[in-house]
C-alpha cells in the first residue's frame, strides 16, 4: 500500500512539474514616431528658417550652421511660402563680471563656546544671453475650461448689460492662431569650488576664465537649438522612436507549449526588424497574423482557475495587448489589457497597458491619423 501511495505521489509531482509555468521576458526592437500636437496635411508639411547671430557668438557659429541644425521631423524644409516659418535669432551673450563671495563657520564646545572659526571663499560669476525664435504656422488653442468659460461670459455681460444674452453660454471652438514664440534669454551664474583663501579662488577663476565663458557661450547657442528643435517637433513633428519592449514568454521546457513558445519569440524578434518608423506596416501585420491567432488560443485552451492557466493566459493577454500597441491598434490593446484584468493576475500591468493605450489613441486623435508610421514628405 505504501509503496502504491508512493508512486502515485510521483505520478502527481510529475504531472504538476510537467504544466509548471515560468515565464521570462523577452526583448525586440521596435520603431514608431512621436506623433505631433498640431495636424497638417502632408502636402503642407513644409518649413523653412531666417537665422541672426549676434557678433559676440560668431566665435562658435554662424547663420549656416544654425540654420543647418534647426529640423522639423517629417518635414520638408524649403525656400519660399513655407507653412511653418521660423525665425531665430541668438543676439547676444555677455560676461557679467564676478564677485568673491564668503561665509564663516563656528566650532562650539558643549558649553556653547565658540573653539574656532573658518572662513570659506568662492567666486560666482554671472553671465547672460539674449535669443527669441518666433513660430509662424498653425497652432490650435487648448479649449476653455469651464471656469474659464464662465470668466468670458462674465466680461460679455459686462460689455453688453444685455438681458436677453445674460444666460447665453460662451462656447467657442478654439480658432487657430497664427503661431507661438520661444523665449532663448539666459542668465546664469558659474561658482567655483570653496578654500579657506580669498587669493586661492580668485586665482583659480582668472585661469579658468576664458574656458568657463568659451563653454557657457557653447552651452547658450546648443541649448537654444535644442529648444527650438523640441517646441517645433512636439507641435509639428513626426520624430523617429527606435527602441525596444519586451514580451512574456514560456521558459519551462517540460510545459507542452514550450516549443511553440521559442519560435513565436524568434518570429516576433525577426519580424519587428522589418519595422521602419516613416514605413506602413501592413505587411507586417499581416505577417504577424498566425502568431496573434496562436496567443489567442492560449486564452481559451487553458481557461481553469488553476494559478499556472492564469499564469500562461496573464502572458497571452500581456503579449496581445503589446503586440496590438505596436501595430497602432490602440482599441485591441486595450481590450487585451482588460482582459488580463479580469484574468486576476499581476492586474497592475493591464492597468499600465490600457494607458498607454488611451494616450497613443488621444495622440491619434489630436494628430488626425489612426497610425505612427507615417511618410515623410519628400
Known sequence: MRKLLTLALIASFSASYAQKVDLDKFHFKVSYQRLPKEYVPL??????????????????????IVYDKIRIDGWKKVEASPTVGIEMNLDDFAYRGASTKSETSEQKDKDGKVTSRTTNYWVEAGYEARGIARIKGPVTPKPLTEKEQQELKKKEEA?????????????????VTGGFNIGLGISETYTTGKNTSSAAVSKEFEGQKEAIYSEKLRSFVDGSI?????????TYGFTPIETDDYLWILNSKDHPEYQTQQEAIQAVKELFKTMKADQPITDLENNLAPLIDYLQSLKTKYKGDDKRNRKLRYSAYYNLSTIYYYLDKPEKAREEAEGLIKNEFDEK??????????????????????????????
Not at 502636402?43 to 549656416?64: F, H, M, P, Q
Not at 494628430?367 to 511618410?375: D, E, L, S, V, Y
Open 226 to 234: 535644442n529648444r527650438v528643435n523640441n517646441n517645433l517637433n512636439f
Open 349 to 378: 500591468d493591464g492597468e499600465k497597458l490600457a494607458e498607454y493605450a488611451n494616450i497613443m489613441a488621444d495622440a491619434m486623435k489630436l494628430a488626425k491619423t489612426n497610425t505612427r508610421h507615417n511618410p515623410s514628405l519628400q
Open 159 to 175: 460689455k453688453t448689460n444685455n438681458r436677453f444674452l445674460a444666460n447665453v453660454s460662451v462656447n467657442k471652438e478654439p480658432e
Open 43 to 64: 502636402e503642407k508639411r513644409t518649413y523653412g528658417a531666417r537665422v541672426v547671430v549676434g557678433g559676440a557668438l560668431r566665435s562658435y557659429t554662424d547663420e549656416n
